[in-house]
């Protein structure tokens, strides 16, 4: 087992260094707990950055979900809470309602917050909870041995479907993204992935907008990440990319669901263009 306990300690600059690269402030140095190749430990860098780009540390509260990402609070260097199975939207409420001024975020797998907590997010999410929420999406259950998920793709093997996801029996993965992009709560909603720099950039970016529309109170935004699980794929690291690619992507399309920001704008450009 690795230690999770053992820390890297934070660059210091030589008088005639300088420093280009570095361990995010709001991550501890703790080593990773997860797989060689699994995107968590990309998705936790990019949180961290946006919290220290935000400069917001110091007031973060972090709720961790059941999972692999049960440790999280091992790794961010915020303060965390941990919920039980599906309830972190439920648990981060709380946590922002009784804290107004703290940047209170829940992190999710799908089994996690697709599955048992489906009632908590919709409803976080039709509040229009002032919070934001980073959603793995990796198509199954990693922590438990792979287990069948609600985001499983038809056809998918898991552990639990073993002839592949039978859409006759199993009905169709849900896409959470398009689902709460209907309702009228929520201020973000977008679909990312971590599969190549460029989707990366991209996906650091929808983090930080989902950071930054909490700070400046527009209500809920959830950031849905595609993601790997190689060892319960049963791929290597860079298949489990390629598989990524081929199958979650064609089924979860990566885009902006909703952006009341976008909107604004776009209301707004109309409004000239009449009065032109
Ligand atoms: C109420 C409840 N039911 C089931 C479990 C067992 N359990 C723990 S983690 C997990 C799967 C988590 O999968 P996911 O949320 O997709 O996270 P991943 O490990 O894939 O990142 C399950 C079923 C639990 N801890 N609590
Ligand atoms: S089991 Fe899957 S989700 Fe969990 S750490 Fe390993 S690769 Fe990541
Ligand atoms: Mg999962």
Known sequence: MSDTTKTVAQVEAAPNEKIVFERPRSLTGANFSYCPGCTH???????AESIDELGVQDKTIGVAPVGCSVTAYDFF???MAQAAHGRAPAVATGIKRTHPDA??????GDGDLASIG?????HAATRGENITVIFINNAIYGM??????PTSLPGQITQTSPYGRDTKTEGFPLRVS?????????ALVQRVSVDSPKN????????KKAFSNQIEGKGYSIIEVISTCPTNWGLSPEAALDWLRENMLPYYPLGVFKDIDAEAQKDEAQKEANHE
Do not use: S, W
Request: charged letters at 20%.
């Open 41 to 47: 430990g990309i998705v936790h860098r990019l949180v």
């Open 77 to 79: 260097d915020v303060d």
């Open 103 to 108: 940047v209170v975020f829940a992190y999710q």
């Open 118 to 122: 489906t009632a908590e997010t919709v």
């Open 144 to 149: 438990t041995g792979g287990q069948m998920a």
């Open 178 to 186: 398009e689902m709460l992009a209907t309702l009228d709560g929520p």
């Open 200 to 207: 990366i950039r991209t996906a650091k970016a929808a983090i």
